[in-house]
């Protein structure tokens, strides 16, 4: 049974930073890509970022591009999500999937998801 539980969401000021983690059980961590999204209330669930199997290649949405870094300690069973200089847009539920496919995409091939954590950036 796959499971993912994410940690780190909060309450941050504008400009300010996070680490969310994700830890993983139940699948081959180091054979599947991983990816972040997230969810504002009356929103559409949105792509924030992914990386592969390795950790080599990753892929964000232009939204966060420049300020989140997404990596990956196959060791671990997690996946890390830095968020640099948030903004209010960027408050969300952040959730972690896993994907059925090594290599990293916005959203095809991604198959398990974790519940969330809740990121609030104030203004």
């Known amino acids: 049974q796959v499971q993912l539980v994410e940690s780190g969401g909060g309450l941050v000021q504008a400009g300010g930073s996070l680490r969310l983690s994700c830890a993983a059980s139940?699948?081959?961590?180091?054979?599947?890509?991983m990816g972040w999204f997230r969810q504002a209330p009356g929103k559409e669930r949105e792509f924030v970022a992914s990386?592969?199997?390795?950790?080599?290649?990753?892929l964000y949405a232009d939204s966060v591009k420049g300020r989140f870094t997404i990596s990956r300690d196959n060791a671990k069973n997690t996946v890390y999500l830095q968020m640099n200089s948030l903004k209010p847009e960027d408050s969300a539920v952040y959730s972690c999937?896993?994907?059925?496919?090594?290599?990293?995409?916005?959203?095809?091939?991604?198959?398990?998801w974790g519940k969330g954590t809740l990121v609030t950036v104030s203004s």
């Open positions: 139940g699948r081959t961590f180091s054979s599947y890509a």
């Open positions: 999937a896993i994907s059925r496919l090594a290599g990293a995409t916005t959203g095809y091939g991604m198959e398990y």
């Open positions: 990386i592969t199997r390795s950790g080599g290649n990753t």
